[in-house]
């Protein structure tokens, strides 16, 4: 009997044990998942069936048969933003039912924090990493990406001795984009919010948007440019201190869009009308922007599409490690909003 059991092993299913304990297939699911409460008396009638037929739950098995433990680490710098919320339930959607679990690790862009937190995910044995870096760990990440999957999520590190992939936008084009739309519209009284420049995201889009003014004629005055922490209290706290400092301001952009939301915060707080007193452009997904009391002009990373991508790159990864490192750039997409009064 033993022998038969042995035999059978792989053939046993979710069916069998469901069959063989008499519970349904999301009975069994629950009990094994441990997400749902179970009465004891069937939870035992599950676990005995389990034993007695050898069950074991295909992510599980396939881990032992192909030395995998069927996990992805999820290193993100804000999983509050909605952004990063969007693209962790697009890359769950894709690698979970193919029995992948995704641990998800915030990081606030803090070093200590993001080592830790990968140092973690390490001794997990995760099959592979995805991380939003804070751009302060480069070597180390780039040293892991020698012998794990790697996926670098909109932002790069300064390492070349990473091995890994890259996917993220073209955020100097996005934010000349914006440039060019501000200076068509009639703007030259233009400030600036952005964040850490040692991150790349922030770089790229500062410069894009800067150079893009210059060459059209309308070079940024350096006292117009604020960094500020990517949240909705540096948003708040940072237009407050830019318009004080600077009240001729006719257009104000952003390079972040939590950091848009606390702008908004404050700007509605303070009876600023936009656009009529002011004008706002932002970069980053704005959820809901059917919802604000104006419609935002902002450019989109489009997360569904860059969660998509990670995934798919990911489990490319996972199948042939020897890939060398890929580069996927998704264009970033214009969305026209009444927040930018035509001065022209």
Partial sequence: ????MVQNNERVTIFDVAETAGVSISTVSRVMNGNYPVKQELRDRV?????????MPDSVARGMKFKRRYAIGYVVSDITNR?????????????GPLGYSLIVCSTDSN????ARAIK??????VDGLIINTSGKNDEYIASISKT???VLLHRRIASSEFSGDYIGSDNYQACAHLARHAFIMGHREIGIITSDQSISTFRERTIGFVETLAELGAPMLPSRIIATPYTEEGGYTAIGTLLESHPELSLVMIMNNATTIGAIQYIREHGIAVPESLSLLSFGEMLNANLMYFKPTYMTQKPLLVGKEVAAIMLDRLED???AGREVVIEAQFEQGESVKDLS
């Fill in 1 to 4: 009997m033993d022998g038969d």
């Fill in 148 to 150: 794990l999957p790697v």
């Fill in 83 to 95: 952004h990063f919320t969007i693209i962790s339930k697009t890359i769950d959607d894709i690698l």
């Fill in 120 to 125: 973690m995910l390490l001794s997990n044995r």
């Fill in 321 to 323: 490690p020897t890939h």
């Fill in 47 to 55: 676990n005995k069936a389990v034993a007695e037929l050898g069950y």
């Fill in 111 to 114: 070093q200590e924090k993001e």
